[in-house]
């Protein structure tokens, strides 16, 4: 069964600070990668999206894509309490369905 | 640009009563089309998905259905709903084929009393 891995926190920085999310998948054929950002009680928003090995920055947020080590990171530069949220990271496989990992809980401390 | 409609936005339903919730896209053609279940504090559940008019595969054998009775409609519907179907409803889309990311609607609140 295929499957995403994020640890739940809550993961707690300071307002300011770099919040690094990680999250492992067990599909090596997984072809594109997606972070969303998901509000208390709101529909998960597409923030990041990657496909090939190594960084992807966009704005605050840089996504890293490891594909040898089945690793996707997201780092959030300068925190912000308004990036408090839970944060899913997604797999794909071509011709397949989204894979969901359960999510981390980020708080932003002010 | 794209746009995806879900309601109703909220819905509170006695047990054993029908259910349906209906899910719209705009701004695109023969989009592939996603149910998933959220319940609290858990991660995304793959309900039913779509590829096409009247073509849907389902992920989770439960009291739930699916039907898409339009290109860029999809509906969520249930005979008699139970208490464990409770949960926060979302649909999504994809362009269909390749690498394109997914979308989700606001999503359906739905408590079962």
Redesign the interface.
């Known amino acids: 069964q295929k499957e995403v891995e994020q640890n739940s926190g809550p993961l707690s920085v300071p307002e300011g600070a770099i919040a690094s999310l990680n999250c492992t998948y067990s599909d090596r054929g997984s072809?594109?990668f997606?972070w969303?950002r998901q509000y208390s009680?709101?529909?998960?928003?597409?923030i990041m999206?990657i496909?090939s090995n190594g960084d992807k920055e966009d704005g605050r947020f840089t996504a890293q894509l490891n594909k040898a080590s089945q690793y996707v990171s997201l780092l959030i530069r300068d925190s912000q309490p308004s990036d408090s949220a839970t944060y899913?990271c997604?797999v794909?496989n071509?011709?397949q369905?989204?894979v969901?990992?359960?999510?981390t809980r980020l708080s932003v401390l002010p | 640009s794209q746009t995806i409609h879900q309601w109703p936005a909220t819905l509170v339903q006695p047990v054993g009563s029908p259910l349906s919730l209906e899910c719209t896209v705009e701004g695109t053609s023969n989009p592939n089309l996603y149910w998933y279940r959220q319940a609290a504090g858990r991660g995304l559940q793959l309900l039913f998905y779509s590829v096409g008019i009247g073509q849907i595969s389902s992920e989770v054998p439960q009291n739930l259905s699916a039907s898409r009775p339009q290109d860029r409609q999809f509906i969520l519907s249930s005979k008699k709903l139970l208490l464990s179907d409770s949960g926060f409803y979302l649909c999504a889309w994809t362009v269909a084929g390749g690498y394109n990311e997914q979308f989700f609607g606001p999503g359906t609140r739905l408590t079962v009393l």
């Not at chain 1, 009680?41 to 597409?46: D, F, M, Y």
């Not at chain 1, 969901?100 to 999510?103: K, L």
């Open positions: 072809q594109s997606f969303y009680g709101k529909s998960p928003e597409l999206f496909y899913l997604a794909h071509y011709g369905n989204f969901f990992g359960p999510g």
